[in-house]
Structures are given as structure tokens and as C-alpha cells.
T-cell receptor, first 108, second 116 residues
Framework: QQQVKQSPQSLIVQKGGISIINCAYENTAFDYFPWYQQFPGKGPALLIAIRPDVSEKKEGRFTISFNKSAKQFSLHIMDSQPGDSATYFCAAVRGLVFGAGTILRVKS | DSGVTQTPKHLITATGQRVTLRCSPRSGDLSVYWYQQSLDQGLQFLIHYYNGEERAKGNILERFSAQQFPDLHSELNLSSLELGDSALYFC???????????????FGPGTRLTVL
């Protein structure tokens, strides 16, 4: 069974701090790794995504780091803000498989 | 607003009943995906349709079925409902199918199903 393992389940970060969420996958056929952000009462929305041929992708305060040999990737949120409080899902595509989600709360 | 619409927003029904959830994809999107989100199971892929044809099945129960119509809207039918079917059901759409690389999925607002 294809799996994407995500950690931590929940995370509390002070405003201005760095939020780090990690994911690991098993199937080397995955070829696209998106992160989705979900606010309460809303559907998930694509936040940022990376292909396995690059090791890092940065968009504003959001960075994905990708380690192909370890089959791991992570989301870093720099200068975390209360508005970033949401649930974050990593996913892997060859058939979309989601991680279990991380509930992030940024304390002001 | 993602451009994907889902109806109804909320649905409350009893065990053993049958319900239909409806999804209209973004204009121009040929693919529709259904997901179930529950507290203990996270976001689970159920089924994918592309231009009216079933393309992939995930963790979809035999009591559940779906179809995509010629106008590309989709319906998810849930029958013989059980308490454990209570969840948020999301529909997503994309231009291409899952095989298309880097293919962003746009999610609807979801239907919250409560089975009493």
C-alpha cells in the first residue's frame, strides 16, 4: 500500500518562529510532491509543490526541502504568522496519496 | 473560491439510508476526484473520473458509487449508511487526469455528512 507518513500531528509555534513539518514516502514512482493548506470549513488548497529533480523550492515564506535518497521532504514556514494557523497536508503524486495532516497553531 | 461547487453543504440522515452528493468541477476541468475526510482517517482518496470514465479507485467501499455525467458534473452515492460514514466529503477537479504531471487539484468546500 502506498503511504505518505507525516509528522508531527500537531504543532504550536510562536509568532515569528519557524514551523517545520516532515513527510516520508515509500514508493519511488512518486514524481510530484505538493503541500496543501486547509483552513477550518474549507477544502484543501495547493500551497507549494516540488518535483524530485530539485532539492529545494521557495515561495515567499514557504520552502520545501526534498531529500530523494532518504525519500523525505519537509515544509518550512519562516516567520510564522497567526494567519498560517491551518491544517497542512503533504501529498505524493502517482495517484494522489495524502499524509495524515498536521494542525499548526501559531500563537501571537 | 476554487471554482468547484458542492451540494449540499450539510446533510444529516439516519443509518441505513442512501444519499447523493453532487459536485460541479471548474469550467474546463475534465477530471473529478472524490475524497473522504474524517478525524481518525485523514484525507482518503475515493475515486477519480476523467471525462465521464472511471480512472482510478482508492479506498472506496462497495456501498459507495460515483459517476460523472456528460456535462462533467459528478455525483457520489452513499448507501446503507453507517455511523462511521459520517465525514466531510470533498470533490476536487483538475484539467487533466492523475497521470498528468504536476496537475493541481482544486478542492470544493465539501459536504459534511452526519449519520445518526
Amino acid at each position: 500500500q502506498q503511504q505518505v507518513k507525516q509528522s508531527p500531528q500537531s504543532l504550536i509555534v510562536q509568532k515569528g518562529g519557524i514551523s517545520i513539518i516532515n513527510c516520508a514516502y515509500e514508493n519511488t514512482a512518486f514524481d510530484y510532491f505538493p503541500w496543501y493548506q486547509q483552513f477550518p470549513g474549507k477544502g484543501p488548497a495547493l500551497l507549494i509543490a516540488i518535483r524530485p529533480d530539485v532539492s529545494e523550492k521557495k515561495e515567499g515564506r514557504f520552502t520545501i526541502s526534498f531529500n530523494k535518497s532518504a525519500k523525505q521532504f519537509s515544509l518550512h514556514i519562516m516567520d510564522s504568522q497567526p494567519g498560517d494557523s491551518a491544517t497542512y497536508f503533504c501529498a505524493a503524486v502517482r495517484g494522489l496519496v495524502f499524509g495524515a495532516g498536521t494542525i499548526l497553531r501559531v500563537k501571537s | 473560491d476554487s471554482g468547484v461547487t458542492q451540494t449540499p453543504k450539510h446533510l444529516i440522515t439516519a443509518t441505513g439510508q442512501r444519499v447523493t452528493l453532487r459536485c460541479s468541477p471548474r469550467s474546463g476541468d475534465l477530471s473529478v476526484y472524490w475524497y473522504q475526510q474524517s478525524l481518525d482517517q485523514g484525507l482518503q482518496f475515493l475515486i477519480h473520473y476523467y471525462n465521464g470514465e472511471e480512472r482510478a479507485k482508492g479506498n472506496i467501499l462497495e456501498r459507495f458509487s460515483a459517476q460523472q455525467f456528460p456535462d462533467l458534473h459528478s455525483e457520489l452515492n452513499l448507501s446503507s449508511l453507517e455511523l462511521g460514514d459520517s465525514a466531510l466529503y470533498f470533490c476536487a477537479s483538475s484539467v487533466e487526469g492523475l497521470a498528468g504531471p504536476y496537475n493541481e487539484q482544486f478542492f470544493g468546500p465539501g459536504t459534511r455528512l452526519t449519520v445518526l
